[in-house]
């Protein structure tokens, strides 16, 4: 009787092809991750431009309600503004003169209230995206103010124009914009604009 064995096949992946499988997954899952983070960040800079165009709409009706903008938080110790928290206070001011001239403009969650310690009332301050306060800028210039400042709202020909300034510190979350231009409060030159991230209102 003849015995016919069937042969067994012992191919398989050699470890050589093993390594390419894994580096290749890695290299796509690096290019996703790289890219959701780029959508997020896409995201967090749309959200932040959004919540600067509501404050100042409500700040033009504070304004126009009251004449003349709220004060801001003034420099730290690093002779750059702290934070929001004198801003979104009068924003969100409830009191009788407030509602009286109507008020409040904006109202907030507490939780996006919340950061750093800056300034005497900086658990006021409006976080942005990143956590940071938004900053404010409030002040006068008795010649036509730069390009990228709001001019008040019943502003009196002849008097000091009354004018602020918004802004995030961006993704980075670095106070670049305020007090950091060679040139400020003239408009940053090309190449300051290349060197930092934030969101501004100008």
């Avoid at 390594?19 to 997020?40: D, M, N, P, Q, Y």
């Avoid at 939780?111 to 409006?126: D, T, V, W």
């Avoid at 942005?128 to 010649?143: E, F, M, V």
């Amino acid at each position: 009787m003849v015995i016919i064995r069937k042969r067994v096949s012992t191919s398989g992946f050699t470890i050589v092809e093993l390594i390419v499988v894994i580096a290749i997954i890695s290299v796509l899952t690096g290019i996703l991750l790289v890219g959701e983070a780029k959508v997020r960040t896409s995201a967090k800079i749309k959200k932040a431009k959004a919540t600067i165009e509501q404050l100042e709409a409500a700040l033009e009706m504070y304004a126009k309600n009251w004449g003349i903008y709220p004060n801001d938080d003034g420099l730290g110790a690093d002779n750059k503004f702290t934070g929001c928290s004198i801003l979104i206070n009068a924003l969100e001011s409830e009191t009788t003169e407030a509602r009286q001239k109507g008020g409040p403009y904006v109202k907030y969650a507490d939780e996006l209230k919340k950061g750093p310690l800056i300034g005497p009332s900086a658990n006021f301050s409006l976080l942005d995206p990143w956590g940071q306060p938004y900053r404010y800028h409030s002040h006068t210039y008795q010649i036509p103010s730069p390009y990228y400042n709001v001019i008040a709202i019943g502003q009196v020909a002849g008097q000091p124009n009354i004018t602020y300034n918004l802004w995030s510190c961006g993704p980075d979350k670095n106070n670049d914009e305020s007090n950091s231009y060679t040139n400020y409060p003239q408009p940053p030159s090309s190449a300051e604009q290349l060197l930092y991230d934030d969101i501004v209102n100008w």
